[in-house]
């Protein structure tokens, strides 16, 4: 039973350029959340996506824009990249409406370098 | 919204000690807090999640309580191993019907054989 996959693990962009992120969600989960880890901060919510839409945004700018597949998986992207992107993203997910559906599993990340 | 705060950045302790993890929230109080450890370059792993009318949970080493009153949640690793070195996280979602979890910027836990 695969768990949550992310790709790439590692990538690096110059300001300006956009990227696409990837993930897979666990076995017979349908729901994706991504998150922005900052060196030595915990991880930030950006949004989660639910049945191919949008459920929930955090705090991030239009820049970070997402889809979600009828096969459950997911992208993120960024546009306009800045400096300040650098970071470890992560996917995680879960079952809406499951039992531990509270619970999330996180993917290794993409280790994004901006320079 | 959610303010989790764990006060340690980093927690030093001998082999076989027990070690406790503190971590305050506030402008919500949540109806359980979860608990997750995160090596160097991976993704959090889940560990446990106590609720609100839960005062104590345990897994084999590992004990989370859960005190409303102060706001706060402790964690201890019994009997600490080198292997448990690791940053453990404290989340809580950051309102009634909301699903944005919100973590602490983390303890980084490290046993000295």
């Known amino acids: 039973d695969a768990g949550v996959t992310q790709s790439p693990t590692h990538l690096i962009k110059t300001r300006g350029q956009q990227v696409t992120l990837r993930c897979s969600p666990k076995?017979?989960?349908?729901?994706v959340s991504w998150y922005q880890q900052a060196l030595g901060q915990g991880p930030q919510f950006i949004f989660q996506y639910y049945e191919e839409e949008e459920r929930q945004r955090g705090n991030f700018p239009d820049r970070f824009s997402g889809h979600q597949f009828p096969n459950y998986s997911s992208e993120l992207n960024v546009n306009a990249l800045l400096l300040g992107d650098s970071a470890l993203y992560l996917c995680?997910?879960?079952?809406?409406?499951?039992?531990?559906?509270?619970?999330?599993?996180f993917g290794s990340g993409t280790q994004l370098s901006v320079l | 919204s959610q303010k989790i705060e764990q006060n340690s950045e980093a927690l030093n302790i001998q082999e076989g000690k027990t070690a406790t993890l503190t971590c305050n929230y506030t402008?919500?109080?949540?109806?359980?807090l979860q608990w997750y450890r995160q090596d160097p370059g991976r993704g959090p792993v889940f560990l446990l999640l106590?609720?609100?009318?839960?005062k104590e949970k345990r897994k084999e080493r590992l004990k989370v309580t859960f005190d409303t009153t102060l706001k706060q949640s402790l964690f201890h690793i019994t009997a600490s191993q080198p292997a448990d070195s690791a940053t453990y996280l404290c989340a809580s979602y950051s309102g009634a019907g909301s699903y944005q979890l919100t973590f602490g910027k983390g303890t980084k836990l490290s046993v000295i054989p």
């Open positions: 076995s017979g989960h349908d729901t």
């Open positions: 402008n919500y109080s949540p109806a359980y």
């Open positions: 106590i609720r609100e009318n839960e």
């Open positions: 995680a997910s879960s079952r809406t409406g499951g039992p531990e559906t509270e619970k999330l599993f």
